[in-house]
């Protein structure tokens, strides 16, 4: 029932390949998808304008470049205006707009828009450097959204009184594609094949929702492991990340390659701090380590602990020593046990997979939008 796209993101596509890939890439096999980008703002720019490229059939990335010192008010004007060209120039009409942050409501291209979408994968509100105009237009886009997803049963529980049509659709899996890390024949990446055995690894984002002291706690109490990092450090110092000869921070790696990182690894670690900016994650990782076939080690973030931990598919531990404690429950995990454990894993696995997370999205946005002809009055906002 829609044709076009527009996907309002605060996240770059070629940052961290998470959710708003995973979706937009399965999107843009049946239509046109914009995925629009945070502005970048640049010294020597001699006017606003936007960079396209073409990432597959069907999906480009569309970054604005706009002057620097600009105020936020000029800055979303600019935006607007040159959305407004693009949609223009490239004859989207009616197209369904997705919002992955209510901040881009100020800047969203004003077509009439046949639906609106907010795919709220994370209580951005509580994130460091979040805006303090952020839960003012959240509530905006609540009353404009014609349907709400979250990315977890928390974000569920906290958003469903804000809007009357709120699914949780948690962290799903490319089971096929993780699953060679448990390939023996898959090759080693060069820059990991020198840090000794046993290692514990973990991949992702890594920021303020990491427990750095945790993580350096357990370097110190078992300097035997070997941890290996992989991910962007971002909103937070490096200088402050532990630093000791057991731990090793490889950099952000390709998404392809992550299977091969993982193969190498005895134990993956979901390390993260117990704040406000993890309160409602549903971390996407805890999928990928499983179809990997690797025991899991976590702290105790609700989404995880339910239904994860109560399955006994992860290990759940808070203090430095009752983690490492289960870390090494999870390295002495002998063949039948970590049989079993792959058996029940493999059974939720191909529950959670992306394709039927997004087959399941299509359905409840065209049952939405079928009954919007049916409700003259639903075309008030100014965002249509």
């Avoid at 707009?97 to 994370?122: E, K, N, Q, S």
């Amino acid at each position: 029932m829609f044709e076009d796209v527009i996907c309002l993101s605060h996240l770059r596509w070629a940052f961290v390949f998470q959710r708003p890939n995973h979706l937009m890439s399965r999107c843009a096999k049946a239509r046109r998808v914009f995925f629009v980008e945070e502005p970048m703002f640049d010294a020597d720019t001699t006017g606003p304008r936007l960079d396209i490229e073409h990432i597959q059939d069907g999906l480009r990335v569309v970054v604005p470049r706009l002057p620097s010192c600009m105020s936020l008010e000029r800055a979303e004007h600019e935006q607007r205006l040159l959305l407004d060209q693009l949609v223009e120039r490239d004859h989207v009409r009616s197209p369904l707009l997705w919002f992955y942050t209510p901040m881009a409501i100020a800047h969203a291209p004003r077509p009439r828009a046949r639906g609106i979408v907010y795919d709220c994968m994370d209580e951005l509100s509580q994130f460091h450097g979040a805006s303090r105009l952020l839960r003012g237009r959240e509530r905006e886009l609540f009353r404009e959204a014609d349907v709400v997803f979250t990315g977890g049963h928390s974000l569920f529980e906290a958003k469903r009184a804000h809007h009357p049509r709120v699914y949780a659709f948690p962290s799903s899996v490319d089971a096929e594609h993780f699953a060679k890390g448990r390939l023996s024949s898959i090759p080693e990446p060069a820059d990991q094949a020198s840090i000794p055995r046993p290692r514990v690894g973990f991949f992702g984002v890594i920021d303020e929702r990491m427990d750095l002291e945790l993580l350096g706690a357990l370097a110190k109490l078992r300097p035997s492991y070997h941890f290996v990092l992989i991910g962007p450090v971002v909103k937070i110092d490096p200088v402050t990340l532990p630093r000791l000869p057991n731990l090793h921070f490889l950099g952000q790696k390709r998404y392809e390659d992550l299977p091969s990182y993982i193969a190498g690894w005895n134990v993956a670690i979901m390390p993260f701090a117990r704040n406000a900016a993890t309160r409602f994650i549903s971390p996407t990782k805890t999928l990928e380590y499983l179809a990997a076939g690797r025991p899991v080690v976590s702290t105790s973030i609700r989404d995880v602990v339910r239904p994860y931990g109560e399955q006994g598919l992860v290990r759940i531990a808070d203090d430095p020593r009752d983690f490492a404690a289960a870390v090494d429950a999870a390295m002495a995990e002998h063949h039948m046990e970590s049989n079993t454990r792959r058996s029940a894993c493999d059974s939720v696995l191909a529950r959670t997979s992306w394709d039927n997370t997004w087959s399941r999205m299509n359905l409840l946005i065209d049952d939405v939008l079928r009954q919007k002809r049916h409700d003259p009055g639903h075309d008030a906002s100014p965002l249509r």
